[in-house]
C-alpha cells in the first residue's frame, strides 16, 4: 500500500501548526472503535463440529477447537491432526494504518510446510441473534484470501475462501466448519484473569507488511512478524505412552492422543456426557510414543490414549485403551511432562 504524502510550502509565510490541515480521522482511528471488537468475547469456548473441504486433507465429521483468551484482547486456539498437520488461530485487536481492527492470524503446517496468514476485519455486521465478521488479506484485499465468521447464540461457522496462489482473479470456498458450542466453563479463569475482553492492544502490524505483495508468510521465506513463539501465556505437555505387556502393538495402527478438560472414564466405562470437554487431540503412529502438545492453554488436563485396532478412527469394541484419569495441570508459559499407559480392552 502506497502511502502518499504531500507537502506544501508557502511563500508569503511559515506554516505554523495551526495553519496545516489535520489528517482526517476514520471510523476505527481509536481503540474504542475498533472493528469487530465483539467477536472476542463470542468465540470464547470449546466448539466441535464437522469441516467440508476441498484441500487435500479432505473433510472430517469432527474438528474440536478450545478457543481461550491469552491476554485482555487476543484469543487463541491451536490443533493438530496428525504430526505433518496442524493449525493455530488467533483472534486479537490490531493496529494497521493508523486503524484498529480485529486480526485474524491463522495458520500451521499442511504436509509439513508452514503457512500463516493475516487477515483484517472489514466487514462487521451484528444483530441480536446473528454476528458476521469478514477477514480480508491485507494487501491484495478478498480477491486473494479471506474468512467469514458467522456467530449464532451456540454456533460457530467460519468460511475460508482463496484464490489458490494468484491463479484464480477472485478467492473461491476452501473450507467450511461449522461447530456447536461444548463448553465454556474452561476458559473462565482465563476470563478473569485477563478481564477478558479489553480494548487494549494486542499487536502493532503497522509495519509487518512493508515491502511485502501480500500478508501470508511461509517456512521457505520466514519474516512472520507475531509467530507462534511469541504468542502470550500458552505453555507446553510433553506426552508419552506405553503398552502394558499384555498388548503388542501392530506398527501400521494409528493411536490417538486425548486432552480433555475434564475426566472421560468413570470406573471403566467412558463418561460419554464429558466427551464435550476434550481439548486437543493427535493421531500417531503406533510405534509414535511421545508427543508434545505446543502452544496449549494453561489449566488442568486428563490424558487418554487409544489404539484403534479395527481402524475405524472412534474407540469401540476390541480397540485398547488407557483405562485411568491421568491429570496433569499447565500454569502460564511452562513445560510439564505426563505419562499414560495402553492398559484395557474395550468389551
Not at 152 to 173: E, F, W
Not at 195 to 215: H, I, N, R, V
Not at 311 to 326: E, K, L, R
Request: proline fraction near 5%; aromatic fraction near 12%.
Amino acid at each position: 500500500m502506497t502511502l502518499i504524502v504531500i507537502i506544501t510550502f508557502g511563500c508569503k509565510k511559515d506554516q505554523t501548526p495551526d495553519d496545516q490541515t489535520p489528517t482526517p480521522l476514520g471510523p476505527y482511528s481509536t481503540i474504542e472503535n475498533t472493528l469487530g471488537y465483539n467477536l472476542l468475547d463470542k468465540v470464547k469456548g470449546i466448539w466441535n463440529g464437522p469441516v467440508t473441504s476441498s484441500t487435500a486433507l479432505g473433510s472430517f465429521p469432527e474438528w474440536i477447537v478450545d478457543f481461550r483468551p491469552i491476554s485482555a484482547s487476543q484469543i487463541s486456539a491451536k490443533n493438530e491432526l496428525d504430526t505433518m498437520n496442524d493449525i493455530h488461530m488467533s483472534f486479537f485487536i490490531a493496529k494497521y494504518n493508523n486503524e484498529y481492527r480485529i486480526a485474524f492470524r491463522n495458520g500451521g503446517a499442511f504436509g509439513g510446510q508452514t503457512r500463516v496468514s493475516y487477515l483484517l476485519a472489514d466487514s462487521v455486521s451484528e444483530t441480536a441473534s446473528r454476528s458476521y465478521y469478514r477477514f480480508s488479506e491485507v494487501l491484495k484485499g478478498k480477491n486473494r484470501c479471506y474468512a467469514e465468521v458467522i456467530v449464532k447464540q451456540d454456533s460457530l461457522i467460519i468460511k475460508s475462501y482463496t484464490n489458490h496462489y494468484d491463479t484464480q482473479p477472485t478467492a473461491t470456498p476452501h473450507m467450511v466448519w461449522s461447530a456447536k458450542l461444548q463448553d465454556q466453563t474452561t476458559c473462565a479463569s482465563a476470563v478473569s484473569q485477563f478481564s477478558f475482553p479489553q480494548k487494549s492492544l494486542a499487536f502493532d502490524l503497522s509495519e509487518s507488511f512493508m515491502g511485502l505483495t501480500e500478508s501470508i508468510f511461509y517456512s521457505i521465506t520466514g519474516g512472520d512478524p507475531y509467530p507462534e513463539t511469541d504468542q502470550p501465556y500458552l505453555g507446553k505437555a510433553n506426552i508419552t505412552y506405553t503398552y502394558s505387556g499384555a498388548y503388542s502393538p501392530v506398527s501400521s495402527k494409528k493411536v490417538m492422543l486425548i486432552v480433555s478438560a475434564q475426566p472421560l472414564i468413570s470406573g471403566t466405562g467412558l463418561n460419554t456426557s464429558n466427551l464435550k470437554f476434550r481439548s486437543r487431540y493427535v493421531v500417531l503412529s503406533s510405534s509414535d510414543l511421545n508427543f508434545t502438545f505446543n502452544y496449549l492453554h494453561p489449566g488442568t488436563y486428563y490424558l487418554y490414549a487409544f489404539y484403534d485396532n479395527d481402524g475405524n478412527g472412534t474407540a469401540n469394541s476390541g480397540d485398547w485403551i488407557s483405562a485411568t484419569n491421568t491429570s496433569f495441570s499447565l500454569t502460564s508459559q511452562q513445560t510439564v511432562s505426563a505419562n499414560t499407559q495402553i492398559n484395557f480392552t474395550i468389551p
